[in-house]
T-cell receptor, first 116, second 115 residues
Framework: AQSVAQPEDQVNVAEGNPLTVKCTYS??????LFWYVQYPNRGLQFLLK??????LVKGSYGFEAEFNKSQTSFHLKKPSALVSDSALYFC??????????????FGAGTRLAVHP | GAVVSQHPSRVICKSGTSVKIECRSL??????MFWYRQFPKQSLMLMAT?????????EQGVEKDKFLINHASLTLSTLTVTSAHPEDSSFYIC???????????FGSGTRLTVV
């Protein structure tokens, strides 16, 4: 079964500093990886995904993620954090299910707190 | 862009009653809908996957008779929590996969409180 792990429950960073939210994966075959953000009492918003191609994936709101096959990681990054980036971030991997369909398996989530 | 409308956003119901949550894909056809449950400060737990016109596939440990899922059209899926109990109180989120696309669009979630 596919899985992702987010080793940090919370990440604290000062506004203007670079941020990294970590994710490692365990898959059989080629990984299809995603990052989502969730604000309080809201659904998830898509940030970016890796299917194939360049290891550096650029996404929404200035976020990017680096796919590293040797380290089985897909860390989310942003060069300069904003207070408004404070939210819950989920890494996810796509898993094939019966009938030719797919589902997303989510990590435990990492709470990002950006301080002024 | 793809939008999924989920209603209601919040609902409070009495123990023993049933609650229906709707998810509609507003500007696209959703071949597959996913229903998740999220406990406070925890990740999303997939409850079931439904494909238009067929029975939902439930994840292990999810009671089919308690969480009824209907996906009657390519734009509407419903989750009915039957005979709700306080332990069913949670945040429920739907997600839709566009026909022929890799993307997943999430609804804004429903906070269910059973009293």
């Amino acid at each position: 079964a596919q899985s992702v792990a987010q080793p940090e429950d919370q990440v604290n960073v000062a506004e203007g500093n670079p941020l990294t939210v970590k994710c490692t994966y365990s898959v059989s075959g080629n990984p299809y990886l995603f990052w989502y953000v969730q604000y309080p009492n809201r659904g998830l918003q898509f940030l970016l995904k890796y299917i194939t191609g360049d290891n550096l994936v650029k996404g929404s709101y200035g976020f990017e993620a680096e796919f590293n096959k040797s380290q089985t990681s897909f860390h989310l990054k942003k060069p300069s954090a904003l207070v408004s980036d404070s939210a819950l971030y989920f890494c996810a991997v796509r898993e094939a299910i019966s009938g030719g369909y797919n589902k997303l398996i989510f990590g435990a989530g990492t709470r990002l707190a950006v301080h002024p | 862009g793809a939008v999924v409308s989920q209603h209601p956003s919040r609902v409070i119901c009495k123990s023993g009653t049933s609650v229906k949550i709707e998810c509609r894909s507003l500007d696209f056809q959703a071949t597959t809908m996913f229903w998740y449950r999220q406990f406070p400060k925890q990740s999303l737990m997939l409850m079931a996957t439904s494909n238009e016109g067929s029975k939902a596939t439930y994840e292990q440990g999810v009671e089919k008779d308690k969480f009824l899922i209907n996906h009657a059209s390519l734009t509407l899926s419903t989750l009915t929590v039957t005979s709700a109990h306080p332990e069913d109180s949670s945040f429920y989120i739907c997600s839709a996969r566009r026909t022929g696309k890799d993307g997943y669009t999430f609804g804004s979630g429903t906070r269910l409180t059973v009293v």
